[in-house]
């Protein structure tokens, strides 16, 4: 028997746990067997494949080789809410992952709370492209997969923590401290 880290129930789940989905190439970085129930994980299992099978994810994954031109905004628009619940999934998972003590500081909860609801608006800004972080993420090292050309960073300070998922040459940056905060309050 173990507990689910994101509904906090027992469960007997054994299946293993992909913290950035494998069909993104992700062969390394996945949690322990058992950390997440069924439950969850078919939850997760649907926006990441609404995510992954959408236009921008599918030209990398195709990798052609050619960066072609720029995906219309309005698919991109389209698919933000689904995309923020995924990028947080990510960021929960990879925060629980690296036993980093940030756990309460990033008020994990509110992400939790966010996760276990349908995917209904979170109100927090989210950037499509590269964005040039200002400094070095403090945690770089434990958020790099190796092998890979996806990449995870956290930039924690006292006001935020910026969660940036790269793939190749897109690039989501969010703030994970303001959605849970968000959230919790009704802001
Ligand atoms: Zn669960």
Redo the contacts with the bound molecule.
Sequence with gaps: MSK?I????D?TNTTIEHIVPRSLGNIHYILPKGT??S??NNRFARFEHDVVSSKPFIERRLRTGVIRSKVPNTEFCLRKKVLKLFLLKIAFEGIHRSRIKLLNDLNLEGIRLILLDKPISIDTELIQGYKPLHRLPNFIDHWRLKGSRIQLYLDHSVDDALFTFKYDDMSFTMDIKKAAHRRLYNL
């Design positions: 689910c994101v509904c906090l129930r469960h997440v129930c439950n969850c």
